[in-house]
Nanobody, 128 residues
């Protein structure tokens, strides 16, 4: 089992920045993908960004078009932590953000069903 714990959400004005963190603990795998999804009220959970952790392609990243150029996903291997730096935030970025991990070894997992473990979520609210 893998446990994922997010932190760093909050309230920010449009144009501001936030950094989300996700600490992973428990079982480790030789190669896996860490990702971020978000879910706004009344909407489906959607892909935001992903990063490959190690093994065959450590460090590859992929972003949703809606956040490309504004969000950056990164990782700290010794700390088993993944980050999502969010800049130039917009009101439409308001959502609960979820950290997730896929241990199936495929790239790039984009669907909710492609992931195996989920954090509890952290609220991000962007005011206009």
């Amino acid at each position: 089992q893998v446990q994922l714990t997010e932190s760093g959400g909050g309230l920010v004005q449009a144009g501001g920045s936030l950094r989300l963190s996700c600490a992973a603990s428990g079982r480790t795998f030789s190669s896996y993908v860490m990702g971020w999804f978000r879910q706004a009220p009344g909407k489906e959970r959607e892909f935001v960004a992903a990063i490959s952790w190690s093994g065959w392609s450590g460090g590859m990243t992929h972003y949703a078009d809606s956040v490309k150029g504004r969000f950056t996903i990164s990782k700290d291997n010794p700390k088993d932590t993944v980050y999502l730096q969010m800049n130039s935030l917009k009101p439409e970025d308001t959502a609960v953000y979820y950290c997730t991990a896929s241990v199936r070894g495929s790239w790039v997992p984009l669907r909710v069903s492609d992931y195996d473990y989920w954090g509890q979520g952290t609220q991000v609210t962007v005011s206009s």
